[in-house]
């Protein structure tokens, strides 16, 4: 409090330990500091130094730092080499335990070949590079190991046994080592996103999203925000409990904060209205072919795939359920639906339940292709199914303004009304009153 003092020429200005410690506000617990962790700081490190208590860390993000970790990193499965990974304090003993005795401890970020052994019957397992990396200078935070062995699937599994059987290490849980890194402080919570889309990227257009990400390409904007909206709540909560006692008038605090989250609302507003392009690069894009029957969609989804994907057939009504084809499109991926034909007179209750599949098809598809057999665009069958797709494609708008209504609310709902903080000056003499007696 006695870093918040009011200005006469310009809105309240918080020094950086006042909105580090601030905690109080209408029975709010505000946890500030602990919001670093999102900005690249570990969380361990906020507890080692002091600045936040253990008890402040939720129990999800407190790794067990007695255990040391270890699992395959590359793909299961034969291959030419395979790569195992230990981490934690117990990491280069375990590399010892499995060497010859009197082995010398690798040096530090070298390759060294060694031969690894069964710890209790002393058997060979295989000739392996091995690299250790000291912490805090590795990837999750801890002392790493790193075990390049031949990928012949009985070697891993001999190799993961012997490890399994020292005794402190246990089979790390899915993205254990990156919750260590980002515990650690080694990575950001943006990295760590980038780093499972970088893994799981199919396209060079994903690829390219997840690097610029890693590479901090949004980082520096919404540290930009979680700043400037920390300093905002914190001329709030100045002015609620100090505004009257200490003279701050509301014109000199409250309306620049005003605007300021609004300035705020509408640049992530602004970010946010990209037509989803980021998702549709990170998650692709739904193509459906809808048309009548035998029209020609299985032909065309053929000639897209490259194969025969779909059975083609004079027969109207062959495709019952919905093919599906992922294909790379310029760096896009892009899933591609062959559906059921449709058309107002069905033939059984499989042909309308293929039918209903397809609607649904159309309702979730991003792009939709209309597929018409050009030497019958006349008949009456294909101008009906024109009017259905209409009458789908009508459904599917009112649907999807439903959604977004629900997701955008009115801006004046998020930032006016601040006079709030008023009416409950006099409640809050009271709280304190009943708080003395």
């Known amino acids: 409090a006695g870093a918040l003092r009011p200005l006469s020429a310009s809105p309240l200005r918080v020094a950086p330990c006042a909105v580090g410690v601030m905690r109080r506000s209408r029975g709010m617990c505000l946890r500030p500091k602990l919001g670093a962790r999102i900005c690249g700081v570990g969380v361990r490190a906020l507890v080692d130094s002091g600045r936040v208590t253990k008890d402040e860390v939720p129990d999800f993000m407190q790794p067990n730092v007695a255990d040391t970790i270890y699992a395959q990193s590359t793909a299961v499965g034969m291959g030419g080499i395979a790569v195992i990974r230990v981490s934690g304090p117990g990491a280069l003993e375990s590399l010892q335990r499995l060497s010859k005795p009197g082995a010398k401890v690798p040096k530090a970020r070298y390759a060294t070949l060694r031969t690894l052994i069964e710890p209790e019957t002393d058997l060979a397992l295989d000739q392996s590079l091995v690299l250790f990396f000291p912490g805090p200078k590795s990837f999750t935070g801890e002392d790493v190991v790193e075990i390049h062995c031949h990928g012949g699937i009985a070697i891993v599994t001999s190799v993961l046994e012997a490890l399994g059987s020292c005794p402190g290490l246990r089979l790390a849980q899915r993205g254990e080592f990156t919750k ?6 080694n990575m950001d919570l943006l990295e760590a996103e980038a780093l499972n889309d970088l893994i799981h990227a199919e396209t060079r257009g994903q690829q390219k999203q997840a690097m610029q990400q890693m590479a901090g390409a949004h980082k520096k904007l919404y540290q930009r925000w979680r700043t400037d909206l920390v300093v ?17 008038e509301e014109h000199t605090v409250m309306v620049p904060t ?12 602004s970010h946010l209205s990209d037509g989803r392009r980021g998702e549709s690069i990170r998650s692709g894009l ?17 000639v897209l795939a490259g194969r025969a994907a779909a059975i083609v057939s004079p027969v109207p009504g062959t495709t019952r359920d919905i093919v599906q084809v992922r294909l790379d499109v310029g760096g896009l991926p892009i899933t591609v639906d062959d559906t059921s034909g449709l058309r107002v007179a069905f033939s059984d209750d499989i042909e309308r339940e293929g039918m209903r ?5 159309f309702r979730d598809a991003d792009l939709r292709v209309l597929v018409l057999d050009g030497s019958s665009l006349a008949v009456d069958d294909s101008l009906s199914v ?3 797709l209409e009458a789908m494609q009508e459904e599917a708008e009112r649907e999807r303004e439903a959604e977004d209504d629900m997701m955008n609310q009115d801006e004046n709902d998020s930032v006016h ?4 903080s008023r009416q409950f000056t006099g409640n809050d003499e009271d709280e304190e009153d009943e708080e003395e007696e």
């Open 232 to 248: 905002c709540l914190a001329h709030v909560n100045a002015f609620i409990d100090y505004g009257d006692n200490d003279g701050i």
């Open 417 to 420: 009304n601040w006079g709030w």
């Open 258 to 269: 005003r605007e300021k989250v609004r300035s705020i609302l509408k640049e992530m507003r």
């Open 180 to 185: 260590r890194a980002f515990l650690n402080g």
């Open 386 to 388: 024109v009017k259905l």
């Open 286 to 302: 739904r193509c459906n072919l809808v048309g009548p029957p035998n029209a020609g969609k299985s032909s065309l989804l053929n």
């Open 357 to 361: 599949r397809s609607a649904q098809s």
